[in-house]
């Protein structure tokens, strides 16, 4: 008899973009006439550089001749990727990497739902609430959770993180493992500073733990005093992996590719308290559990470096950004308490007083015909908020948050 892991039935099961897809859908049914505008997900619509095309089309055409074909990469990735990488997004920032530290792959989200390979299940676990449900859901499937009782995974700490604490997660006071922080955040879209994330830091020196950081949304910063990697932390090369996307930066959602920093230093403990490297650990399950990401797209990710592509990107993002501000402002003028949206492409918002978040939902879907995500998908802490995203066109951004003001005027 083949037995299941049963871990995966403790898992909820509908996933929140499909109930919101459903609910959209049976909407648009009834009302066929109706002009839907969607600001739920977080899916960027502007297309990849033109200079990043040009290297991928390049590549294509070297797979086409004997002379430049090429078969199995690296399967950490290839080294003139791994260099760009290390000059452009770390030496910059006075920091200093060597090429083993870093691993490409097929997009982060493969990372994080990865990583917790090379981590005991006794491991305890951290995420902040709201949260990007990647982090918990996989700790759920690989056993390091219990059930969920009142919309939380038992043996899992949730740090809450909401307007009173600026949602800043404040330091617990148990001893916790496993911390995934997200910063700038998804979904709140607010960010941490130097100060704050230093704290972190030092917290996980003390107890040995490991810090998870995403930073999916660095290039979003527009505060220069934001920190845009957990290594401009001292300290943080021993306590914390990275996780870097191309995907809202570049437009690289559909291609894939991204890439995790395991530095030398951070190491690992086993049952007898003997140090392991986990650079070697991350490096032995990578190179048996994955062939690589294809040398078209690392040669298209290669490009995104350049000064063309760095240009069409950095426009890409003040567009998204534009139409973040439209949204928070224009909330703001109609008495939305608003967060986040200055250094990420997502507007968290309090829903109007006595109301919860799915009811918003259908209150803004059926009146004025503007989607988004609730608050409350993202963890139980996030009922009572709402997220809209920057991510849609300029003219779809101004016509809903038009319709919104004009709903909510009084
Ligand atoms: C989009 C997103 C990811 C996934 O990135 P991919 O590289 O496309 O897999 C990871 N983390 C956060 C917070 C995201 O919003």
Redesign the pocket.
């Known amino acids: 008899m083949i037995t299941i892991n049963e871990n995966f039935l403790k898992l909820e099961d509908s996933y929140l973009f499909v109930t919101i897809a459903n609910k959209v859908k049976e909407y648009q049914e009834k009302n066929p006439d109706k002009d839907i505008i969607k600001l739920g997900i977080?899916d960027v619509t502007r297309p990849i550089p033109k200079k990043v095309a040009e290297a991928m089309k390049k590549a294509v055409d070297e797979m086409t001749d004997s002379k430049t074909f090429r078969g199995y990469g690296p399967e950490v990735g290839y080294d003139f990727l791994k260099e760009k990488i290390i000059k452009n997004d770390y030496k910059k920032r006075g920091i200093k990497f060597e090429n083993y530290e870093v691993f490409i792959s097929d997009?982060?989200?493969?990372d994080?739902g990865n990583i917790v390979d090379i981590f005991a299940k006794y491991n305890t676990v951290a995420i902040t609430d709201p949260v990007?449900p990647?982090y918990l859901d996989t700790n759920v499937m690989s056993g390091r959770s219990g059930c969920i009782v009142d919309g939380k995974y038992e043996g899992i700490t949730y740090l809450e993180v909401n307007a009173e604490n600026n949602f800043i997660p404040q330091i617990p006071t148990e001893k916790i493992d496993m911390i995934y922080l997200?910063f700038p955040?998804?979904p709140t879209g607010t960010v941490i500073t130097k100060e704050e994330l230093k704290k972190w830091v030092d917290y996980a020196k003390e107890n040995q733990s490991i810090i998870l950081y995403?930073a999916?949304?660095e290039a979003y910063i527009q505060d220069e005093s934001i920190p845009h990697s957990i290594y401009e932390i001292e300290g943080a090369k021993e306590v914390a992996i990275e996780?870097k996307?191309?995907?809202?930066s570049a437009g690289?959602?559909g291609i894939?590719?991204?890439y995790t920093v395991v530095p030398k230093e951070l190491v690992g403990y086993t049952k007898e308290g003997n140090k392991v490297q986990l650079n070697k650990m991350w490096n032995r399950r990578q190179s048996t559990k994955s062939n690589g990401v294809s040398y078209i797209t690392q040669r298209g990710a290669e490009a995104v470096y350049t000064k063309s592509a760095q240009n069409e990107i950095e426009k890409n993002i003040q567009y998204y950004m534009n139409n973040t501000k439209t949204i928070k402002e224009g909330l703001e003028k109609v008495g939305f308490k608003t967060f986040g949206g200055e250094n990420a492409p997502y507007v968290w918002l309090k829903v109007p007083e006595g109301k919860k978040s799915w009811e918003f939902f259908d209150e803004l879907l059926q009146n004025v015909g503007v989607v988004g995500t609730p608050g409350v998908g993202f963890g139980p802490s996030g009922e009572g908020y709402f997220r809209l995203t920057g991510f849609g066109t300029k003219e779809n951004t101004e016509k809903a948050v038009k319709r919104i003001q004009e709903y909510y005027k009084n």
């Open positions: 977080g997009g982060i989200g493969t994080i990007y990647a997200c955040n998804n995403d999916a949304y996780f996307s191309y995907s809202k690289f959602t894939r590719c991204g």
